[in-house]
Antibody
Framework: EVQVVESGGGLAQPGGSLRLSCAASGFTFNSYDMKWVRQAPGKGLEWLSHISSSSSIIYYADSVKGRFTISRDNAKNSLYLQMNSLRAEDSAVYYC???????????WGKGATVTVSS | EIVLTQSPGTLSLSPGERATLSCRASQNISSTYLAWYQQKPGQAPRLLIYGASSRATGIPDRFSGSGSGTDFTLTISRLEPEDFAVYYC??????????FGQGTKVEIK
């Protein structure tokens, strides 16, 4: 079964850090670009970051640039998002998504909830 | 920045009816880079349509996409109970590189 599963969500204090992981299975991970997308409670979808299959191309949304770092380990079929300097407005469900073609998102995980609060 | 505006915000229809959802871009985008997703409460989004009109794997043929330039449409020919959900359009190529519309909720009338 083709799937991605996020983990690592939880409660963090403002200014704190969290690291999200995404485990992929059922497809050739090293052939897919990957993205992180988030959804604040009751809101729409916001793209955060993209990493190409070989990690050679990385993009960030302005809202997280300089604070979040995307990375992947193709040997472990895993994607990561290191989140630093967290703010209350970063509270959201964070989705990992796989892209066969970089311009859309084929496979989505169920999401990991991040809450930033003191 | 390319802004995608979806209309209507909410569509109230009965099962069996036709749903027509609109996505308007603030500037021309290539059809290749326009996708539609469905999201049910508490679930992740699911890819329905890519390249403006190509159905993703496993998507029933009652879902169809069309459009070009700045105006794109998702049509559900006959609503099934499982189709009541929120639908998002998404584009690639602007700044930020990937953006979503604000969503259209299709609810049971």
């Amino acid at each position: 079964e083709v799937q991605v599963v996020e983990s690592g969500g939880g409660l963090a204090q403002p200014g704190g850090s969290l690291r999200l992981s995404c485990a992929a299975s059922g497809f050739t991970f090293n052939s897919y670009d990957m993205k992180w997308v988030r959804q604040a409670p009751g809101k729409g979808l916001e793209w955060l970051s993209h990493i190409s299959s070989s990690s050679s191309i990385i993009y960030y949304a302005d809202s997280v640039k300089g604070r979040f770092t995307i990375s992947r380990d193709n040997a472990k079929n895993s994607l990561y998002l290191q989140m630093n300097s967290l703010r209350a407005e970063d509270s959201a469900v964070y989705y990992c998504a796989a892209s066969k073609q970089y311009y859309y998102m084929d496979v989505w995980g169920k999401g990991a909830t991040v809450t930033v609060s003191s | 920045e390319i802004v995608l505006t979806q209309s209507p915000g909410t569509l109230s229809l009965s099962p069996g009816e036709r749903a027509t959802l609109s996505c308007r871009a603030s500037q021309n985008i290539s059809s290749t880079y326009l996708a539609w997703y469905q999201q049910k409460p508490g679930q992740a989004p699911r890819l329905l349509i890519y390249g403006a009109s190509s159905r993703a794997t496993g998507i029933p043929d009652r879902f169809s996409g069309s459009g070009s330039g700045t105006d794109f449409t998702l049509t559900i020919s006959r609503l099934e109970p499982e189709d009541f959900a929120v639908y998002y359009c998404q584009q690639c190529g602007g700044s930020p590189l990937w953006t979503f519309g604000q969503g259209t909720k299709v609810e049971i009338k």
